[in-house]
């Protein structure tokens, strides 16, 4: 009779011990998360509102050389138009080639301020890096400081539906920025 108490004793015992573990695997296992919204971030960060304004300005001036130079052909081709029934075939020839070279610097011109590699990715890129590199250290200290494993932005298209205001961490990043909000 004993015998029967004491192993229930220790299977009861047993059974606590592994119940123990398998909660602090559980609890040692939680993650910790938090938000920020990276527009509401940009929007209070006036380096950020004047690196945008640059580049709209920059990108007004580079548009309007383009569209000179693409109002130029038009009006080449328009007065070739006009003139074409007098002129010679080596006149036609003259003034076909003109107009197609004042396409191609048209479109050389386009490609140079708004390609992929262009001057306007090139300036976007030297405003902006040292404006996100200084958002993603402050994010990254913040996150190390309060144990977060992940933490998202609720501004961009990652499928956040909802997100509590309780662990959205913005201010605390603007805060750390030196922009008390």
Same mark, same amino acid.
Do not use: C
């Given at each position: 009779?004993?015998?029967?108490?004491?192993?229930?004793?220790?299977?009861?015992?047993?059974?606590?011990?592994?119940?123990?573990?398998?909660?602090?695997?559980?609890?040692?296992?939680?993650?910790?998360?938090?938000?920020?919204?990276?527009?509401?971030?940009?929007?209070?960060?006036?380096?950020?509102?004047?690196?945008?304004?640059?580049?709209?300005?920059?990108?007004?001036?580079?548009?309007?050389?383009?569209? %000179? #130079?693409?109002?130029?052909? +038009?009006?080449?081709?328009? !007065?070739?138009?006009?003139?074409?029934?007098? =002129?010679?075939?080596? *006149?036609?020839?003259?003034?076909?080639?003109?107009?197609?070279?004042?396409?191609?610097?048209?479109?050389?011109?386009?490609?140079?301020?708004?390609?992929?590699?262009?001057?306007?990715?090139?300036?976007?890129? %030297? #405003?902006?890096?040292?404006? +996100?590199?200084?958002?993603? !250290?402050?994010?990254?200290?913040?996150?190390? =400081?309060?144990?977060? *494993?992940?933490?998202?932005?609720?501004?961009?298209?990652?499928?956040?539906?909802?997100?509590?205001?309780?662990?959205?961490?913005?201010?605390?990043?603007?805060?750390?920025?030196?922009?008390?909000?």
């Amino acid at each position: 009779m004993k015998k029967n108490v004491m192993a229930k004793r220790l299977m009861t015992l047993a059974m606590l011990m592994i119940l123990q573990s398998s909660l602090f695997a559980l609890h040692s296992m939680a993650q910790k998360f938090a938000l920020i919204d990276m527009d509401y971030i940009f929007k209070n960060i006036p380096a950020y509102e004047r690196a945008n304004e640059q580049l709209a300005q920059v990108s007004k001036k580079w548009q309007a050389e383009v569209e %000179a #130079l693409t109002t130029e052909a +038009q009006t080449l081709y328009k !007065n070739y138009q006009n003139e074409v029934v007098f =002129l010679s075939k080596e *006149q036609k020839k003259a003034k076909q080639d003109a107009i197609m070279e004042k396409e191609k610097q048209a479109s050389e011109l386009k490609r140079k301020y708004f390609g992929p590699e262009g001057e306007l990715f090139k300036k976007r890129t %030297a #405003l902006m890096n040292p404006i +996100q590199e200084e958002i993603y !250290n402050a994010v990254k200290d913040i996150a190390e =400081l309060r144990g977060y *494993q992940l933490i998202l932005d609720r501004a961009s298209d990652t499928g956040i539906i909802f997100g509590s205001p309780k662990i959205d961490i913005s201010n605390e990043v603007l805060l750390k920025l030196g922009y008390a909000n």
